[in-house]
């Protein structure tokens, strides 16, 4: 009788999967993204039925000038294809709504970029020890563990203990707009 080998672990059992990336907070398009939004999405409605292929959306994103990490792109699919609805087809509101969500500004750009800098281990957050690296660098007085956890947890908005993209992105936000006030 023969003996029965166990099965062979696949690539997909080997390989772990990283921290989802959250979506950006939608914001108001103005009426020149908007517009700009609406003609992409009608190049890719091709029947014209006010309707455009889910699988379209990133070859969508990229016409408007916008290149994404593969987690990010991974999220924005998540996202393009929801958990109701029709999962093969955009519409307009839809396609309006991911824009809203993924479409960047210029200096978002510039924050993605710092923010990729920051993240040195290049998980796609910004853990205590980046942090604290950043911190050092930027004031003008080292600051201490306590100081540093502080302004940690004030930028962690979900209170995750990492902060992300999103995140991130107040953090420099606010910080701009506080200088412009000062």
């Known amino acids: 009788m023969a003996t029965k080998k166990p099965a062979a672990k696949t690539a997909a059992a080997k390989t772990t999967s990283s921290p989802a990336v959250a979506a950006p907070k939608a914001r108001a398009l103005g009426p020149e993204e908007k517009d700009e939004c609406m003609k992409i999405f009608d190049i890719f409605d091709r029947n014209a039925e006010n309707i455009a292929p889910v699988s379209d959306t990133m070859d969508m994103l ?3 000038g916008q290149t994404y990490t593969k987690r990010e792109t991974e999220a924005i699919m998540k996202e393009a294809r929801g958990p109701k609805g029709d999962k093969k087809n955009l519409g307009p509101e839809e396609w309006l709504t ?3 969500k993924w479409v960047r500004q210029d200096d978002e750009e510039e924050i993605l970029r710092a923010f990729k ?4 281990n290049g998980d796609g957050v910004i853990d205590f020890d980046e942090f604290k690296f950043i911190m050092q660098k930027v004031g003008e007085e080292p600051l201490t563990d306590a100081e540093v956890e502080e302004a940690m947890k ?3 908005e979900d209170g ?3 902060i992300d993209i999103p995140e991130f992105m107040d ?11 000062a």
Do not use: H, Q, R
């Not at 800098?117 to 040195?120: R, S």
């Not at 606010?174 to 412009?180: M, P, T, V, Y």
């Open 117 to 120: 800098v920051f993240d040195a």
């Open 98 to 100: 991911l824009c809203s």
């Open 171 to 181: 953090l420099i936000k606010k910080s701009k707009n506080a200088l412009k006030e």
């Open 160 to 162: 995750n203990g990492v």
């Open 62 to 64: 990229t016409k408007l």
């Open 154 to 156: 004030e930028a962690d």
